[in-house]
């Protein structure tokens, strides 16, 4: 059983994969700030033995080397980051602290201190407006925000570590990650979460244009398994990979599955579509298939029936 260091263990995604780890009999040490992770997302994590946290800023210069030197973890899961697309408009110099430079210091730390695999939370916003559906690893990159910018820049830096430093650099473009624990908080949190929030409320929802947009929905235990996979399994080459399910879901038929739950629910409101607003996204799914036996399996029913049921 392996070491792995989690960045940003207290987030979202990182909580999830934290979970994974420990499950499988890892030892885990989370690093987390609370910027916008939340304490109560590792519950679960902080009553095992194996799991030990650690609360820094990844990006503060000297946190990271130390707790890779005395910790000596076999792989880094690098998920620390500033998560809002929205965020990064209103603030580039925060996204470059946050979403490149911390992931130099990953680098420069694996680098340093021996670590086989480096895993990074990249995004599907690294293709930006490319219109070309599926989306393959090999299109067209055009990122349109400093979020998606920051993404791929990481990417290029990892790949580039890795190749000079020998080890393995895997790089996730996540496509619409959604489950449990994830923050409703804002306008632009992640739409399920946004919406299970308000049909739970009995509150009425607002779809922007006419809800026919689709994404690709990805359950965020699908997320966790395939950062588990490529953290501990041997043999991998550095490269990047699209995390998706290779599945189109429309709006409107998110929203089908929360109405039938939730009956009581006032009738979505539609307003016009966002500024900025892309139609259709949807990944190609068979790289990872094909180079590290990856499959999503949650159906996005099953995901959003995992949400209601919660209660
Ligand atoms: C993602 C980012 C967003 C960014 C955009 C551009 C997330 C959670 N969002 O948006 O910040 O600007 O990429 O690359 O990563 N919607 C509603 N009602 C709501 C909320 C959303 O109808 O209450 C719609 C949106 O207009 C959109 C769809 O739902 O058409 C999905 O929205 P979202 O979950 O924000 O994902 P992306 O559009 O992919």
Known sequence: MATILVTGAAGFIGSHTTDQLLAAGHKVVGVDNFRTGKAANLAEALRSGAFQFV????????VLDAVVEEARPEAIIHLAALVSVQESIADPALNFSLNVLATQLVGEAARRHGVKRV????????YGDATTLPLREDAEKRPISPYGAAKLASEALLLGHAASYGFTARCHRYFNVFGPRQDPASPY???????DRRFREGAAVTIFGDGQQTRDFISVHDVARANVRAATRAGLASGVVNICTGRATSLLDVARVFAAHYPQAGAPRHEPARAGDIV???????????????RADVPVADGLAELIRRG
């Open 55 to 62: 609360e820094a800023d990844v990006a503060a210069a000297g």
């Open 119 to 126: 895993v990074f939370a990249s995004s599907a916003a690294v």
């Open 189 to 195: 949190s992640g739409v399920i979460s946004i919406f």
């Open 280 to 294: 259709h996204s949807l990944g190609e799914a068979t790289r990872a298939a094909a180079e590290m036996d990856f």
